[in-house]
């Protein structure tokens, strides 16, 4: 059984990462740190964990870690990762992994240094059809890739405004609105959200970006309500972008992809209660992944689960590593810097 921490005791840590470790048959140990002194009180009483940290290498070091969960803002993710890897545990970040790119690369690199596995909080990438979307396009069943459409929708309009979201009125905490809707403090559609469907489309059709042009259209608050990019990749792929954080809350969250390949493509779409993954190939012959009932509905437990049985020393593999949070950090960084430019931004490396 793995002994795992969680730096940066917020909304999400105590709604779904400290929930799923305590009910994981795989977590032995628990501990907590965060620098405001007086949270960490709370949270600990709440869930009863005596383990209690300002320092996240003091806290690895002392309660002898095997993971270390990173849930602090949006900007505050590198630092605490990378202390984590140089202490030795594998360590889970959330979406986005890193604000610039240069802090993407820096995390991937620090896990391979640390010979220790770099996991990011994007769980559409660890279901079973996505594993059985890469296998197709492993396998080759549509060829060379050379286009993509990438489409994602949520109803955070709230959240991305500055008002608190509308779900989370019976919460612990509330999501902060510093961390979603301050465009000085990586807020916006583009990093709170497009970091999924980019982590799965980087993850299924193993692209990196190689430039990218980006428009959006701000909230009151001046993040990107709206995106729309298109991309170039280094293997002369083009891919087309688009975000929108104001779906009515009744329908949630949604993905659409479509990847178009020289033999063939696949089809990916999902909301709540209603989602299909197909392979049609040019030589007439097509291929079904047969969904379960709400098994697309998006699942913020599975990360952590994930990330649970590896820290135990189970073969998990990792669906959603390092080196796919440095390509999905780059290719946000990029769309954010071209949308304030006006000019299309090249993604070095």
């Known amino acids: 059984m793995a002994k795992i921490g969680v730096v940066g005791i917020g909304w999400w840590a105590c709604f779904n ?87 993407g690369r820096a995390i991937a690199a620090a896990g391979i240094a640390a010979n220790r596995e770099v996991l990011i909080s994007t769980g559409l990438n660890y279901t079973r059809y996505t594993a059985q979307a890469a296998a197709w396009v492993k396998q080759g069943k549509i060829g060379e890739i050379r286009h993509a459409a990438c489409q994602m929708g949520s109803a955070l309009d709230d959240l991305m405004a500055g008002e608190p979201m509308l779900e989370t009125a019976n919460h612990l905490f509330r ?3 510093s961390t979603w809707s301050d465009p000085a403090k990586a807020g916006g559609y583009a990093w709170g959200q497009m970091s999924h469907s980019l982590a799965w489309l980087c993850y299924v059709a193993d692209v990196k970006f190689q430039s990218i042009y980006c428009i959006d259209g701000k909230s009151k608050t001046g993040v990107d309500y709206y995106d729309a990019a298109v991309g170039r990749c280094t293997n002369g792929a083009t891919v087309a972008l688009s975000g929108a954080s104001t779906v009515p809350k009744q329908r949630g969250m949604h993905t659409d992809v479509r990847i178009y390949g020289t033999e063939g493509v696949i089809w990916f779409d999902c909301e709540a209660g ?74 070095e490396g």
């Open 17 to 103: 990462h400290i929930p799923v470790l305590q009910a994981s048959e795989d977590v032995d140990t628990i501990s907590i740190c965060d620098l405001d002194v007086a949270r960490l009180a709370q949270v600990g009483d709440q869930f009863g964990i005596a383990a209690r940290y300002t320092d996240v290498t003091e806290m690895i070091n002392a309660e002898r870690l095997d993971g270390v969960i990173i849930s602090t803002p949006h900007v505050a993710h590198t630092r605490p990762a990378i202390a984590a890897l140089q202490a030795g545990a594998h360590v889970l970040v959330e979406k986005p992994m890193a604000t610039t790119a240069a802090d």
């Open 175 to 177: 999501p902060p609105a």
């Open 274 to 347: 209603r989602a299909r993954l197909e392979l049609s190939r040019l030589d007439g012959s097509n291929e079904t992944y047969e969904m379960a009932p709400n098994e697309a509905d998006y699942d913020g437990t599975l990360p952590v689960t994930h990330f649970a049985a590896l820290c135990a020393g189970k073969p998990v593999g990792n669906p959603a590593n390092g080196e796919n949070g440095a390509r999905v950090t780059e290719a946000i960084a990029a769309m954010y810097a071209s949308a304030a430019s006006g000019a299309a931004v090249q993604i």
